[in-house]
Every structure is written in structure tokens, then in C-alpha cells.
């Protein structure tokens, strides 16, 4: 194993890796994860955020912002990362208010509309341009100005937009639409030029070829745009020296502070060599099978982790060439913070479960 100097720390960002205790009970029964197990046993417990049921945006979301400066400490239901987003993505956000948009599908249920996760559209770059195509002017007629540097993640800015509380598409999935539609931030009172645009869009794409090509392919249709992530850019900085993520906020928000950011590696033994700092690295493999519920996919998850992430981290904080070790693990709605060195490791007194965790 390489040689570390001792200054060098990790931290590792899990989103969605906190079921609730109840689909834990229901679901998870047989979890083997000695690594992580060790690790969570002996660490020390930095911080816990006990975020509540109604909350438009995610626990690992608020989390980042809050590391960066983006928002205050105290702030209960923000993560304004669209400008960062933006930046990401190879705009210039400047002084603007930006909004992040994202084409979805939106299924008819019973007797509600569900949002279904984004991801799951696999929708291609050809299909995204070709929609905002069609969707561009017809947002611009209303006084908004759209940017979209990447074809499936769009950004609006404009004063007749106003301030709109939107919910992250992740929050959403899978849920009744009706109370994470924008509203407005300072009367609670749906958006009205939010709605006007919505619909102008899902009547430009109603019986589009494309939705007609998805369809025939068993595909779900590209049927609405969903807004989140408003705010404006701040001056920020890091506490990270490098940053490793394929979450386009996380590296925005690296690159608006001046680090090293870059995607997340597959393993620990593919990490590029640590050079001194602490190096943030954020993992998504369990977000999509845990906004699905698809447990047994989030078990895959969980050991491949426990592969790749925990027993080699492990190993490298027990033999002294890693300083330490960090995990911020994310939920739903809240989210915990523990950090480890060489010397917690003997503290054998320790006992915690991963199970203790869960929201």
C-alpha cells in the first residue's frame, strides 16, 4: 500500500444511505457489512440533523451547501445550488437568480400525478435538445430567460419568476406531485407564471415524435419540466482541498471555491494519490434504488461499498496511511456526520449499529 502522510483525511458523502427503521424492519433484514460495521462502532459521532417529513430539499443537499457557505448554518429547508449547477454544467451564473429545470415524466396514479425519478427516463442528449428545441421559445415569450448548457438540465433566471420554493426531483419521485409543486417562496400561494409556463411546455410536447418514438418503445413520455434549486451565487469556500463527485451541484460548488473537482472514482484503490486535506468524495449508488424501494438493489449497493470503499478505507486508517476518516450519511429527511482515526479503532467499548442510524 502506498504511503499517506498522516495529515491525510477522507470524507465520504453517501446520499440515501439511511433507510427509515421501518422499511429497515420490513426489508433489510440481513445486512453484512463488518467493515462499515467497525467503523460506525468506534467512530465519533460529530453531528446529527433530524430533518422533518415535509422538507423540499435533501438532507445531503443541505449538507453540502452548508459545508460551502451556501447557505446559513440555521437554514432549515434551503439548498439554493443552481447557480453551482450552472457553473458545472459551463455557465456563468454572474449576479442572477437561476432556477435548474429538468424535462420529466409525470404518471397518472389513481386519483393523483406521481413524478417518477428523472434518471429513470433515459432519456438521450439527441431527445433533451430536440424537446428544448420546441420548449425555448415558448418560455422566453413569458419574459424568462433559458439557458441550457447540457441538453437534459436547463436554467431560468428572470424577476417575473419571482422567488420559487421548489422540490428536489429526488424528493418528489414517487410521490403525490401536488404539494412539491413551486410555489411562491413568500405567500405560500402556487406560482401562477410557474403554472402558465408548465402548461405552455406540456402542450408544445403533447404528441411530439418524440414522446410518440419513446412510447412505441415502451418508453414513458417526456410530459412536464420541474423547477428546483433557486438562488442566486454567493461568495463560498471550501473545506475540502479536493473534491471528487458526479453530482453536478457538489462540483459546482468546488469549482465556485476555487478546488480540484472531478468525478467520483470506483474505488478507493482508484482514488488519485493524497497529497494533504481532507478529500470529499460523494457516492450515488444508493439513490436511485432507494427512491425506487427497491431494497434488494440497495443491498447490492451496500455491498459493493462495503467492497470497494469500507474495508479498504479501513484497512488504510487501522495500518496509519490514512489520517482519517469522515461519513456523512444521508436519508431522506436527515442525515448523520462520524468521523474515525487509527486511535478510535482500539476504542473496543464502542457500540454502535448501523441500524441505530436509521431515520
Avoid at 432519456?123 to 437534459?152: C, H, M, N, S, Y
Avoid at 415524435?209 to 417526456?222: F, H, I, K, W
Amino acid at each position: 500500500m502506498r504511503t499517506i502522510m498522516h495529515s491525510n483525511r477522507l470524507h465520504l458523502l453517501l446520499p440515501f444511505a439511511l433507510p427509515t427503521a421501518a422499511d429497515a424492519s420490513s426489508a433489510l433484514h440481513d445486512l453484512s457489512s463488518p467493515a462499515l460495521d467497525k467503523l460506525l462502532a468506534r467512530a465519533t459521532l460529530v453531528e446529527r440533523v433530524v430533518g422533518e417529513d415535509f422538507q423540499r430539499t435533501l438532507p445531503h443537499e443541505r449538507w453540502v451547501a452548508r459545508q460551502f457557505g451556501a447557505i446559513a448554518s440555521n437554514a432549515a429547508d434551503e439548498a439554493p445550488l443552481a447557480p453551482y449547477m450552472l457553473l458545472a454544467d459551463g455557465g456563468s451564473p454572474g449576479l442572477d437568480e437561476w432556477a435548474c429545470v429538468e424535462p420529466v415524466h409525470v404518471r397518472i396514479a389513481h386519483d393523483h400525478l406521481v413524478l417518477i425519478d428523472p434518471q429513470a427516463l433515459a432519456l438521450t442528449d439527441d431527445e433533451a435538445a430536440t424537446l428544448f428545441a420546441v420548449a425555448k421559445p415558448l418560455i422566453e415569450a413569458l419574459g424568462v430567460r433559458v439557458e441550457a448548457p447540457t441538453p437534459r438540465r436547463w436554467y431560468l433566471a428572470g424577476d417575473v419568476l419571482g422567488k420559487l420554493a421548489g422540490a428536489a426531483p429526488l424528493r418528489a419521485s414517487g410521490r403525490s406531485i401536488e404539494i412539491w409543486l413551486p410555489h411562491d417562496a413568500r405567500s405560500g400561494q402556487r406560482s401562477r407564471i410557474w403554472m402558465k409556463l408548465q402548461n405552455e411546455v406540456q402542450m408544445g410536447w403533447f404528441e411530439h415524435p418524440v414522446n410518440e418514438a419513446r412510447e412505441a418503445q415502451g418508453l414513458p413520455a417526456v410530459n412536464s419540466i420541474w423547477l428546483h434549486a433557486q438562488g442566486a451565487a454567493q461568495r463560498v469556500r471550501s473545506p475540502f482541498e479536493r473534491v471528487l463527485s458526479d453530482a453536478v451541484a457538489t462540483r459546482g460548488l468546488a469549482l465556485a471555491a476555487g478546488v480540484d473537482a472531478g468525478a467520483a472514482p470506483a474505488a478507493f484503490k482508484a482514488l488519485p494519490p493524497l497529497s494533504g486535506g481532507t478529500t470529499l468524495v460523494e457516492l450515488g449508488a444508493f439513490a436511485a434504488p432507494f427512491v425506487a424501494q427497491d431494497w434488494p438493489a440497495w443491498q447490492a449497493a451496500l455491498d459493493a461499498f462495503e467492497r470497494d470503499w469500507f474495508a479498504p478505507a479501513l484497512e488504510a486508517l487501522d495500518s496509519g496511511s490514512l489520517g482519517a476518516l469522515a461519513l456523512t450519511l444521508g436519508g431522506d429527511t436527515g442525515s448523520v456526520t462520524l468521523t474515525a482515526t487509527r486511535g478510535d479503532l482500539r476504542k473496543f467499548w464502542r457500540r454502535r449499529v448501523l441500524a441505530s442510524l436509521f431515520e
